[in-house]
């Protein structure tokens, strides 16, 4: 089992900048992929960016150029680094870490509020 715990979140306005944390504990042995999906009201979960234990990232083209993945392996912890954030990046964000394709770990989700 691997529990994740989220902090960071927070109300910002627009153009500021916010940065996610997500601490593994557990059996992080297995992890390989961390990283985060967010939701917004009435829309499904959609990935933000994730990252491997080799570092090999994946970021959606809705945030490219604004927001920034990180990990430390040591700490078996990621972050989100958010700047330029918009109105439309409001959302609940997740942090998940994957064992496998097939099973993967929710934390229990930080408010992301941008005001215009």
């Known amino acids: 089992q691997v529990h994740l715990v989220e902090s960071g979140g927070g109300s910002v306005q627009a153009g500021g900048s916010l940065r996610l944390s997500c601490a593994a504990s557990?059996?992080?042995?297995?992890?390989?992929?961390m990283g985060w999906y967010r939701q917004a009201p009435g829309k499904q979960r959609e990935l933000v960016a994730h990252?491997?234990?080799?570092?090999?990232?994946n970021t959606a083209d809705s945030v490219k150029g604004r927001f920034t993945i990180s990990r430390d392996n040591a700490k078996n912890t990621v972050y989100l680094q958010m700047n330029s954030l918009k109105p439309e990046d409001t959302a609940v964000y997740y942090c998940?870490?994957?064992?496998?394709?097939?099973?993967?770990?929710w934390g229990q989700g930080t408010q992301v509020t941008v005001s215009s």
């Open positions: 998940i870490a994957k064992s496998s394709p097939i099973l993967a770990y």
């Open positions: 557990g059996s992080t042995f297995s992890i390989d992929t």
């Open positions: 990252i491997t234990r080799g570092g090999v990232i």
